[in-house]
């Protein structure tokens, strides 16, 4: 089970003991808003593990406050993007749910020490939709990384960078000097460029 944000501690649900030894490892410093988190959904597992194990008979589980409910059975963040694969310098959409109501969030590229190409808030239902544009890399698969400040951890998904080609200008006269950028090929790779065609002159 993830235990949010900063906090590295795992628990198996399988007693109350087990579960009041994950309540005390909290008292690490792990950032106000992810230990209380953390606390009501452990908080919550116990009731709902000591009702299932008939130490409260009285109380069936269908009356479990349906907050106790939620909380043990949040759903994990996910995250998708608008298209997987394309050339640097795409402008694509990243949309997400399960993140923490009014949660601050960053969206990195390749590292998450890296400076965020793009924040937001979340909703109160704990959804977004952003607009990042993919920056330079070389050819092949990479993580864009997606980081709740508060109570969500990271996560992580990837985007394919294929290469491109621009020219300045894009047409004029016979023996006109254009500017060629290519972006997206391999590092280190030799590129050569040909006239009209893949045989054509060099």
């Known amino acids: 089970m993830s235990t949010g944000k900063g906090c590295r501690h795992s628990c198996e649900f399988r007693s109350a003991g087990r579960l009041a030894a994950c309540l005390a490892a909290v008292r690490r410093p792990i950032g106000r808003t992810a230990r209380r ?6 908080l919550a597992m116990t009731a709902l593990l000591l009702i299932g194990q008939g130490m409260f008979p ?3 589980a269908s009356r479990v406050p349906a907050a106790l409910h939620a909380s043990a059975m949040a759903p ?15 402008a694509i959409t990243v949309s997400a ?9 960053d ?33 092949g698969r990479h993580a864009l990384i997606v980081t709740g400040r508060t109570v969500t951890g990271q996560v992580t ?11 300045v200008p894009a047409e004029g006269a016979p023996w006109t000097r254009i500017l060629i950028t ?3 090929f391999g590092a ?9 065609s893949e045989s054509g002159t060099v």
Do not use: C, Q
Request: glycine share 10%; net charge positive; proline share 9%.
């Open 157 to 167: 998904t990837p985007y394919t960078v294929t290469p491109s080609l621009s020219r």
């Open 107 to 139: 969206v990195r590229w390749r590292s998450a020490s890296a400076s965020p190409i793009g924040s937001v808030r979340a909703s109160s239902t704990g959804t977004f939709s952003t607009t990042v544009t993919i920056p330079d890399a070389p050819l």
């Open 188 to 196: 280190n790779e030799d590129v050569r460029l040909n006239w009209l």
């Open 97 to 105: 749910t399960g993140f923490g109501g009014g949660e601050d969030v």
């Open 76 to 90: 994990s963040p996910t995250v998708t993007l608008s298209e997987t694969r394309g050339p640097v310098g795409r």
């Open 182 to 184: 290519a972006k997206g």
């Open 58 to 60: 009285s109380m069936p």
């Open 37 to 42: 988190h953390l606390t009501a959904t452990l």
